[in-house]
């Protein structure tokens, strides 16, 4: 469970209340942002890339249609750039996260990749809210989030907004840590995470903190039977679910049927 009726939700392995949540999560992103890429592959050995890179293949942005992507907790642009990168010349993304440090970050690496690229003017960032979006309704193509919604208090809000803005006939899917299926992975999975992604957060990020808090609210996200439960509840229709190596990842995937 993340939020309850009582105004309360996880922050790692604390009870807190859903404004606290909301405030020390942002306090946690904007003291990693500057070092958030290079975390996510020293922490998953690059494996963040092959997963985003499924979470893509699973998209298939249009070549020769116009096809309006939503990323939301889009952070420092990863997803967004991926789908540029496969969508056609009609494409567009908007990245849409709380928090501006990490938003300032995938501005500069958008503006990067635009001296002299194809990305042009077809990405934007959007400082907001998931539990609020900002944006008219049926407008998107699709939506993505990606190791966001477990950060977000009211999960039940945010996916109740992915419905509203997403096209009829809109995609939803979300990429999260899910649960470790094999016995033996999960010793050393736990091992890693408990004891060894800590010491990269100091190291690298100068933030033991942050880094532990990450690693224990992938312990209280929903299984992935709840959370496609909770996709539904949302009023998503075909709701369905893939794990990744080894249940370290899943993808779930919705659809806004008109
Ligand atoms: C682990 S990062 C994921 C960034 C990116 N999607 C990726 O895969 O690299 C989680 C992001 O969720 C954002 N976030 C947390 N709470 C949010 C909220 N309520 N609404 C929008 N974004 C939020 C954080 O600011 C952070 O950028």
Redesign the pocket.
């Known amino acids: 469970m993340s939020a309850a009726d009582d105004g309360t939700a996880d922050f790692g392995f604390e009870r807190v209340s859903l404004a606290e949540k ?1 405030g020390r ?2 306090d946690v ?1 904007r003291s990693v942002a500057k070092r ?1 890429d290079v975390m ?1 592959d020293l922490m998953s050995g690059g494996l ?1 890339r092959a997963w ?1 890179s499924h979470l893509i293949g699973m998209l298939r942005p249009g070549q020769n249609r116009p096809f309006r992507h939503l ?6 642009g ?2 967004a750039f991926r789908v540029l990168e496969a969508g056609g010349p009609q494409t567009k993304v908007t990245v ?4 501006e440090a ?1 938003l300032r970050v995938g501005q500069e690496r958008a503006d990067n990749r635009r001296a002299g690229t194809r990305f042009g003017d077809r990405i934007d960032f959007v400082t ?4 609020t979006l900002p944006l008219p309704e049926d407008t998107f193509d699709a939506y993505t ?4 919604i477990r ?3 009211r999960i039940d809000m ?1 996916l109740k907004e992915a419905f509203r803005v997403l096209k009829p006939g809109g995609r939803f899917l979300c ?1 999260e840590f899910s649960r470790v299926d094999l016995p033996i992975l999960e010793k050393i999975y736990d091992a890693y995470s408990f004891h060894v992604i800590p010491r990269i957060g100091a190291r690298v990020a100068g933030d033991r903190e942050s880094y532990r808090y ?1 690693v224990e609210s992938i312990r209280k996200f929903p299984s992935p039977g709840r959370f496609a439960a909770m996709i539904e509840e949302a009023g998503f229709s075909r709701v369905t679910h893939r794990v990744l190596s080894g249940g370290i990842v899943a993808i779930h995937s919705g659809w806004k049927v008109a």
């Open positions: 909301q999560v942002d992103f958030y996510n963040h985003k990323d939301v907790a889009g952070g420092t990863d997803v849409l996260d709380i928090n990490m907001g809210n998931a539990e989030i990606a190791f966001g950060n977000v208090p945010a990429l990450l």
